[in-house]
């Protein structure tokens, strides 16, 4: 390499370095926001949990967590995420108030989410299967937006495609055959 070209690479790496630190320093703003939120919530219903954040990939990763009974923290998770979801989508909103930006913060309460990925990637290791053996697409249940990433990149991951279909709330994942 000339001296010319290893200095344009060297710039570069330089500028992809720099914005992934801009990045990651934008993403754990966000986390700190969501928690100074999650944390005057939890005060005002007057229950127990810690907040730890991370940062995966290109979303804040926020979870309340509780050191002994989780099932105060349930009643924040409701039945089948949905008191979770909406949860998210208002920490989702106060995060945008103090940043200007959309966030895509994904929040965990109780080990909820983590469950769910567990479950749902069996299920999508299943369908694939099916598919493999069937020659034949497998439609899955309507599921959340959350639950259907999860789907596809499990099916991806089994070297098969996937696609979305139908409308809120009944949309759901099809596996199709190789």
Avoid at 150 to 168: F, I, T, W, Y
């Amino acid at each position: 390499m000339t001296e010319g070209t290893t200095s344009a690479v060297e710039a570069e790496a330089e500028a992809t370095a720099s914005a992934d630190e801009s990045l990651v320093s934008r993403l754990e703003q966000e986390g700190d926001i969501a928690a100074d939120y999650l944390e005057g919530l939890l005060d005002i219903a007057d229950l127990d949990g810690d907040i730890d954040m991370d940062v995966e990939g290109d979303r804040a990763l926020v979870s309340i967590v509780s050191d002994g009974n989780d099932r105060a923290l349930q009643r924040l998770v409701g039945q089948d995420g949905e008191v979770l979801e909406a949860l998210q989508e208002l920490t989702r909103l106060a995060v945008h108030r103090e940043t200007g930006e959309r966030s895509r913060l994904m929040l965990d309460i109780a080990g909820f989410r983590a469950r769910k990925r567990e479950e749902l990637a069996v299920l999508a290791s299943k369908a694939a299967e099916q598919a493999k053996s069937t020659n034949e697409q497998v439609k899955l249940r309507p599921m959340t937006p959350f639950e259907r990433k999860v789907v596809h990149d499990a099916v991806a991951a089994a070297g098969l495609r996937s696609e979305s279909e139908g409308e809120e709330p009944q949309r759901c994942v099809v596996v199709l055959p190789a």
